[in-house]
């Protein structure tokens, strides 16, 4: 059953070998609206045999196949072809997440429409890579360096950036020259769809791209078949751990982009109240839900009280209200579970700092997964609420006392994905965010560029999507030494 406005045409089925088949369990995946609770769609649930079925076909097409064979311009010309499948699609992606995962209607265009705009990024930059290069060698005549695809892919998605973070895994798996799995959460199935859609519609031979959606024994099942060279996972730090230890035991490869607790650090010439905007625009934004969300802001002790105040009155102005309401600034949270967690840790929060707004289900509101913007002050560093991943709307204000302090406590975290220096000096924030053992730093807010390196320090991950360093985690290199120049390589 497809979502109406969401134009899929066999979410009764998975896309293995260049098919649409039946799922081997025949069971189906509800979808839940966020905003309701009430079921808006179904998608087929594939089981460990579909697993299987699905990586035996891009062993096969990326094994025997032309695929990995192909020319790279020939295969950025397909992916050309999908980019305008999907740019096409738009409304129906942000449809999509609004209708899945509660995103707020007012951005889902502009964050859809951007994600295919980093897909094209990608496909620009694959056809200026070297696939083969020449370098300098005082041992040989000719001494070459070629990137070759690792080999089948398993591409793990979550929920809240199901579209972006899928096909960004797509983009580089396929210009790499990679086959892949695709596996996105059974809470956002669509946009997975929508893929492999664009991949049917652009013509990319059997297997080269499979989609299998399925619960978390599936999922384990998909990850320890050793027909599958490399993980490409996002999601949370205790699954990152397994995929870890499980590609450890046959060295596959693996990308874990992971959770975070990052710091904002307020430098004593920032404004309050314009501090208190921003904190507050940030920590609302996807209900909360974003791994490098800024959910830990440092203070100078002698700033706390009055920034407290400052973003408190912020939160109890945020418009709390259903994600395709225009005037809502606050959508619910993606899931009953998710509510559940949130609200577990503002009990913790209660017992060790001070809440100073929110901290309940908006009084408005009897129906969805509504909790409210929540700011806890006075928060010690090692207490739970400071140091676990929420992935909620719940700020920790944590005061210090002095940029030594302040440094030493965001540092203070099994995590390290991002941060921010909150100043108007330059020198200030780099000087900071070099000390800062994080994989990403902006000043004066959570900056955010994703056709570049992204990724963490840590528990927050390993290896890097974005930029070149995404495209190079799909790829091996092969050094090739020769007596002299073939005929087939021109530098």
């Known amino acids: 059953m497809t979502p109406e406005g969401v134009l899929i045409k066999n979410t009764d089925k998975i896309w293995i070998g260049g098919e649409w088949v039946h799922a081997h369990s025949k069971r189906e995946i509800e979808l839940v ?3 309701s609770e009430e079921v808006i769609g179904s998608v087929a649930e594939a089981d460990e045999a579909d697993m299987d079925a699905a990586v035996a076909a891009a062993r096969f097409a990326f094994d025997e196949g032309p695929w990995s064979r192909m020319q790279p311009q020939e295969r950025i010309a397909l992916l050309k072809k999908m980019a305008v499948h999907l740019h096409g699609r738009t409304e129906e992606i942000a449809k999509a997440w609004t209708l899945q995962m509660g995103g707020l209607a007012s951005f889902a265009g502009p964050m859809t429409g951007g994600s295919t705009m980093n897909f094209d990024q990608i496909i620009a930059m694959a056809e200026k890579f070297e696939f083969v290069e020449q370098r300098p060698s005082p041992v040989v005549h000719t001494a070459l360096i070629a ?3 690792v080999g089948v892919v398993a591409a793990i ?15 580089y798996a396929l210009a790499a020259g990679c086959t892949l799995i695709m596996k996105p959460s059974p809470e956002t199935p669509l946009e997975a769809y929508i893929i492999a859609e664009a991949a049917e519609a652009a013509g990319l031979p059997a297997g080269v791209v499979n989609l299998v959606c399925g619960h978390r024994d599936a999922s384990d099942h998909l990850v320890c078949n050793p027909g599958v060279d490399k993980v490409s996972f996002t999601g949370s730090t205790i699954a990152g751990k397994r995929i870890a230890s499980v590609c450890g035991e046959r060295i596959a490869r693996c990308t874990l982009e992971l959770g975070g607790k990052s710091a904002a650090i307020i430098a004593d010439d920032f404004d309050i109240d314009a501090a208190a905007q921003m904190l507050t625009g940030t920590i609302t934004m996807m209900s909360g839900q974003v791994c490098a969300m800024l959910s830990r802001v440092l203070v100078p002790k002698a700033r706390h009280d009055q920034l407290a105040e400052a973003i408190a ?15 809502t600034q606050l959508g619910p949270l993606a899931m009953k ?15 060790t700092a001070d809440l100073v707004t929110g901290g309940g289900r908006p009084s408005h509101l009897n ?17 739970r609420i400071a140091q676990e991943e929420i992935f909620g709307p719940v700020l920790c204000l944590i005061p210090f006392e002095d940029e030594e302090d302040a440094i030493r406590i965001a540092n203070d975290s099994s995590y390290g994905l991002n941060g921010s ?4 000096d330059v020198d200030t924030a780099y000087r900071i965010a070099r000390r800062i053992r994080t994989g990403a730093v902006g000043q004066n807010g959570m900056r955010m560029d994703f ?20 495209l190079l985690g799909y790829l091996e290199t092969k050094t090739i030494l020769l007596d002299g120049t073939p005929s087939s390589f021109s530098p």
């Open 33 to 35: 609206s966020p905003n």
């Open 147 to 149: 990137h070759e695809p």
């Open 157 to 171: 998605a979550p929920w809240n950036g199901p579209y972006g973070i899928m096909l960004n895994k797509v983009a």
């Open 313 to 327: 009155g912020e939160m109890k102005k945020v418009v709390i209200g259903p994600s395709d309401d225009p005037a």
């Open 337 to 351: 579970r998710q509510l559940e967690r949130v609200e577990m840790y503002i009990g913790e929060g209660r017992k």
């Open 367 to 383: 129906r969805g997964y509504f909790i409210e913007p929540t700011l806890f002050a006075n928060v010690d560093n090692a207490s």
């Open 421 to 424: 220096v909150l100043t108007n």
């Open 451 to 470: 056709g570049l390196p992204f990724g963490g320090f840590k528990q927050s991950g390993i290896g890097r999507e974005g930029g070149i360093e995404g």
